[in-house]
């Protein structure tokens, strides 16, 4: 390592220091444009939406990622939009990039996991021209007017959960895996319990948080956790983690319920099947709103028809499957009705 | 392989690394599927084009000359502070813990806040030293071993006793507005200039204080200094606690400008980054140079990410492939120049360690 | 025994063996007189390496013997720039560690978007899983077969470096450089080849934890355990013996961690995950420095 004392080279630093300052400044001159949100029309402009993951490689992450990325697909190829996606950005720092995108004009900026919900409260009420769609649960909107949200009926989601494992295990005993124990996945895993019992009162239902999203061996050692206990029957909701649990799951002889999206060829041994929720469908209604428009400050919920159970490939036998089918379709017709409980127990915080 | 630049080398090493890590961003864009123009161009319109970007390249630069200085002072006297994280994490927690329970007038805690993280940073590196003092333990480890245990005791902290009850995740409060350092002219928050204040302090200090040119001193020839009279423990010690003391500011910084509050997953990695910086930055004007360069990169590359859809991993890459093409370069010329003993210009050239 | 304990056991040895291989090739470099920093890197890399040749060629073995390869090659790249140039150990190690971070996240990304599914063959979970029930046979039976090779190279590499020539020869290198010059000895060359040797055992530790602990490949699958064994190797103060142990310990620690959070008891479960990092420091403070390589760290400068 080399010290240097030199007068020339300190002033040749300091000059160079005072140019860069000086770019800088004079970079400082340009502000971006903002579109409008009330007068977007349809193929008029070319929209621009921004949007970050918390999680990297969304299109192979976790089951929400996944499901999510079918809906920017839908975005990018069919309309024609223009997404930037922001990559593993941690949700301190949610704020700041969403904040970046409407500072550059991108409209709107959506949010898709429940767990930004801290940036979608504060971020809208700065830039009033840009709209921030949240495209996952959120317990109520944002002050300012220029925020909406998506919001899965999760708790229904998670009756429909419960009823397939309750009815495919054989133990009598199953276990719900989540990574972060956000709001979103508390209601859901609430859900679960409850759309459980109501098939089989006698179930054991055992709830563990991972604690992240990501880290492989961690999930694999948490799933493994369960599966000494008996647990035959796993539904697991996380983020790029989630493989560790099919290898537990797979090497402890038990079956995995993937969330959001198809997870079959993860891991077609250990897949029961996967709970799908339409999240495309989100997005094609939101994109609707807002180049129509008629996007509104309101909480859109997305109910049971935007949930299904992917098809089984014969991980159960026939009278199982036509069981759980039936018994789903009498919860989306009304017919079962699930008490709402929100068992507060199983959050850790 | 005779290269005789004499004063203008830095900036020609500098030159030749920021292009080599840009042709090799380009390639491993044109592997990703994206242009490796556009990429290239949307680092620098990341980091320099519009006031927002401008602000947020400043805010990064804050934070990594600070714990560039925090890796230098104590390099002088031949102490490795690779601690900067951990000192980084500790003051920005004391900033956050006094700004969140000491009530006085709003600017009246924000100094505190401030003294806090110096003084959070520096005890930080007090295990380390004593070891090394003491025990004669090599501080690379244990300067390590320290990040983490700091790290970790923040996460305790944070998703324990400070924990925001209404957060699902390990956060605290955000300080209140009353307890934030201000912004000044066009945006740039008052943070960025304390961290160039800080430089130029230490600047000073290292070439016309007693302290400062004892420090050097102890780095070239320990044996020497003591034989010399100099009290070499005790100018290495204030050495690494100053350097410590300001990882610490660099921390309370970011929280009292730009953060307002610690969690899991504040903070990005200006500690590890500080460590490159303060060993190419020579001396503190050189370590806002670099500390500039570094933050150019690190938000440009997040908006080459975010623009491009090139993967999130040549943010990383950005952040490893620059320091060894330097490193490398470096090293190379001073080997050349040693081994040919070309280099009778008239810079005094002083090799340590 | 309970089945809770030989669960808690059975992840200690398997959270262990990837510690002890990169605690091996980061001891072997010290005693050299080179710090290894870049661990986390050389991990890395051999992590993706071994999964996604056990993926293409079905073969665990070969996978291994792949990852061993590339630790190597990034060795060697590590000694281009801290024994030829020679840069300062520390910046070059991190350094490699961001590289490596960047490269393998890259090369991952690549390979799922081309469609593959990187999920490997199972082989190197355990040597007979079909014995797993069996008393006290299945306990060992569980085990991976990395790991049994890992207790083996423990025992080679305390008898190398303690019991042989070069081993002495090395241990030499590693206290004075220039007296094992003075010697006729050619530091560059042994740091060189200590390194390529380093990085090639750490690089089987990230095999360990691509193919044992878990079967598959993430970003950052290495999550700082690069640094857990740096902390071996000094609270062990540089005695393969002792390292072992100290992996094991950190290993038992880390498995302590998981079922803390799990079962929501104990202590904050981040405590856990400080003990390695405490436990050396308070080794360190009350045991001192240990006779360590002195040279280790400075660069070699042929007078």
Request: some cysteine; proline content about 4%.
């Amino acid at each position: 390592m080399i010290i240097v004392r030199n007068k020339t080279w300190i002033v040749t630093v300091v000059l160079l220091l005072v140019a860069l300052l000086g770019l800088a400044v004079a970079g400082c001159g340009s502000t971006t444009t903002t579109a409008d949100p009330a007068t977007t029309t349809t193929g008029a402009a070319k929209v621009k939406a921004g949007m970050m993951f918390s999680i990297t490689n969304p299109p192979k992450a976790g089951g929400w990622d996944r499901a999510d990325w079918v809906g920017v697909q839908y975005l990018k190829n069919d309309l024609g939009w223009e997404i930037a996606v922001a990559e593993g950005v941690p949700y301190p720092q949610t704020a700041g990039t969403a904040a970046g995108y409407a500072e550059k004009g991108y409209n709107p900026v959506i949010f898709p996991d429940a767990g930004q919900s801290e940036a979608f409260k504060s971020v809208p009420a700065q830039y009033p021209k840009t709209w921030f769609v949240m495209m996952s649960a959120v317990d109520a909107l944002p002050d300012a007017p220029n925020a909406a949200a998506w919001v899965p009926d999760f708790y229904k989601y998670g009756n429909m959960v419960g009823i397939i494992a309750a009815k495919a295990t054989k133990s009598g005993k199953i276990g719900l895996i989540g990574g972060v124990p956000v709001p979103a996945l508390v209601i859901l895993f609430s859900g679960a319990i409850e759309g459980a019992k109501a098939v089989n009162p006698n179930v054991e239902v055992t709830v563990s948080w991972v604690g992240d999203w990501v880290d492989l061996p961690k999930h694999k050692e948490v799933t493994n956790l369960q599966v000494q206990k008996g647990v035959d029957v796993i539904f697991a909701d996380s983020g790029p983690g989630t493989t560790g649990v099919f290898e537990a799951a797979e090497a402890g002889n038990a079956k995995v319920i993937g969330f959001a999206a198809d997870w079959y060829d993860d891991a077609p041994n250990a897949i029961l099947t996967s709970a799908l929720i339409d999240a495309a469908k989100m997005y094609k209604q939101m994109a609707e709103a807002f180049s129509n428009g008629t996007l509104k400050k309101q909480i859109y919920p997305c109910g049971f028809d935007f949930f299904r159970a992917a098809p089984f490939r014969g991980s159960v036998s026939a009278e199982v499957e036509k069981d759980i089918t039936d018994t789903i379709a009498k919860l989306g017709s009304g017919e079962l009705k699930i008490p709402e409980v929100t068992h507060e127990e199983i959050n850790p915080q | 392989m005779v290269v005789a630049m004499g004063r203008w080398q830095p900036l020609f090493i500098g030159g030749v690394t920021l292009i080599l890590s840009l042709i090799v961003m380009g390639l491993c864009a044109l592997v990703a599927g994206a242009n490796p123009v556009t990429a290239i161009v949307a680092i620098f319109e990341g980091a320099l084009k519009g006031r927002y970007e401008v602000l947020a390249t400043l805010a990064e630069f804050s934070a990594i000359s600070l714990t560039g200085l925090a890796v230098l002072i104590p390099l002088r006297t031949g102490f490795f502070n690779i601690g900067g994280q951990g000192q980084v994490e500790l003051g920005a927690l004391a900033a956050v813990v006094i700004g969140l329970f000491v009530t006085a007038p709003g600017w009246i805690v924000m100094i505190i806040a401030l003294l806090g993280s110096l003084v959070a940073g520096a005890l930080a590196a007090v295990v380390p030293l004593f070891l090394r003092v003491q025990r004669g333990a090599s501080e690379v480890t244990t300067t390590i071993m320290m990040n983490f245990t700091c790290v970790l005791f923040m996460y305790v902290m944070v998703t324990g006793p400070l924990k925001d009850p209404k957060a699902f995740y390990g956060t605290t409060k955000l300080v209140s507005t009353a307890v934030r350092l201000p912004t000044l002219f066009e945006g740039i928050n008052a943070g960025v200039l304390i961290a160039l204040g800080v430089a130029v302090l230490m600047y000073l200090v290292g070439r016309y204080t007693v302290f400062g040119l004892q420090s050097t001193a102890v780095g070239c020839n320990r044996s020497a200094a003591l034989a010399g009279g100099i009290k070499v423990d005790r100018v290495m010690v204030t050495a690494v606690l100053i350097g410590a003391a300001i990882a610490g500011l660099a921390g309370g910084v970011q929280i009292l400008a730009f953060s307002f509050r610690v969690a899991e997953g504040w903070s990005k990695s200006w500690g590890f980054q500080g460590i490159a910086v303060g060993f190419m930055g020579g001396n503190p004007l050189g370590v806002l140079v670099v500390a500039f360069i570094f933050a150019i990169l690190e938000t440009g590359s997040r908006n080459m990410q975010a623009m491009t859809g090139v993967p999130a991993a040549l943010v990383s890459l950005f952040q490893g492939l620059p320091v060894l093409i330097y490193v490398g370069l470096q090293a190379a010329i001073r080997i050349s120049r040693w081994k040919t003993g070309a280099g009778r210009s008239r810079r005094r050239v002083v090799v340590t360690r | 025994m309970s089945s809770w304990i030989v669960s808690f056991l059975l992840a200690t040895m398997r959270d262990a063996v990837p510690l002890i291989f990169a605690a091996l090739g980061i001891l072997l470099a010290e005693r050299a007189g080179v710090l290894n920093i870049g661990v986390e890197g050389q991990m890395l890399a051999g992590a993706l390496t071994a999964v996604v040749i056990a993926v293409l060629t079905q073969n665990v073995w070969i996978a291994v013997v792949a990852a061993s390869i590339t630790g190597a090659v990034i060795g060697v790249i590590q000694s281009f720039f801290t024994v030829y140039l020679p840069a300062d150990q520390i910046v070059v190690g991190i350094a490699i560690n961001g590289t490596c971070l960047g490269l393998t996240s890259f090369i991952y990304k690549i390979t799922i978007d081309k469609g593959m599914q990187l999920i490997a063959p199972g082989t190197l979970q355990s040597i007979a899983p079909g014995l797993k029930d069996v008393p006290v046979i299945g306990f060992f039976a569980s085990w991976s077969p990395l790991a049994y090779i890992a207790i083996v190279a423990v025992v080679l590499m305390y008898l190398f470096l303690f019991r042989t020539g070069p081993g002495l020869l090395l241990r030499s290198a590693g206290e004075s450089a220039h007296a094992a010059h003075a010697a006729g000895l050619n530091v560059t060359l042994l740091r060189t080849i200590v390194l390529c040797a380093a990085g090639s055992l750490c690089g089987l530790g990230g095999a360990a934890l691509g193919l044992a602990v878990v079967r598959s490949f993430t970003d950052n699958l290495t999550m700082g355990r690069g640094f857990i064994a740096l902390a071996a190797v000094y609270f062990a103060r540089w005695n393969p013996l002792l390292a072992f142990g100290a992996c094991l310990l950190f290993g038992a620690g880390e498995a302590l961690a998981f079922r803390a959070q799990a079962a929501g008891v104990g202590l904050n479960p981040y405590y856990y995950l400080m003990l390695p990092y405490v436990m050396t420091l308070i080794a360190v403070g009350l045991f001192g420095k240990g006779r360590g390589p002195r040279d280790a760290g400075k660069p070699y400068l042929k007078g």
